[in-house]
């Protein structure tokens, strides 16, 4: 149960985009908050966005607002990151994580309980 894989990451150019998707096994997709993460080598994992259960609630980083936009189907399990206008200090390993017990969307990595294994985005200058 909560089984997560995210895919979608990559080699791109600064200014370019990419879609992440992470997919969720289980039949309980639909109950979780979800959220992204990214960790650059040397740093502490930070948060990037989340989104409610059902969808109609999101919350970004500051350094994320106007660029990246979450957004899930619960019908597929599945959540994605659209990130757009990505620059070289978006250089990280991006993880999409669950939350089963909160109704609110968390910013914090102690609040969500399962997590992807991480997939690389690289933004070359």
């Known amino acids: 149960q909560g089984q997560l894989v995210e895919s979608g990451g990559g080699l791109v150019q600064a200014g370019g985009s990419l879609r992440l998707s992470c997919a969720a096994s289980?039949?309980?997709?639909?109950?979780?908050?979800m959220g992204w993460f990214r960790q650059a080598p040397g740093k502490e994992r930070e948060f990037v966005a989340a989104i409610s259960r059902s969808g109609g609630s999101t919350y970004y980083a500051d350094s994320m607002k106007g660029r990246f936009t979450i957004s899930r189907d619960n019908a597929k399990n599945t959540a994605y990151l659209q990130m757009n206008n990505l620059k070289p200090e978006d250089t990280a390993v991006y993880y999409c994580a669950a939350d089963p017990r909160r109704l609110r969307v968390g910013v914090s990595v102690g609040e969500y309980d399962y997590w992807g294994q991480g997939t690389q985005v690289t933004v070359s200058s």
């Open positions: 289980g039949r309980t997709f639909s109950m979780f908050v």
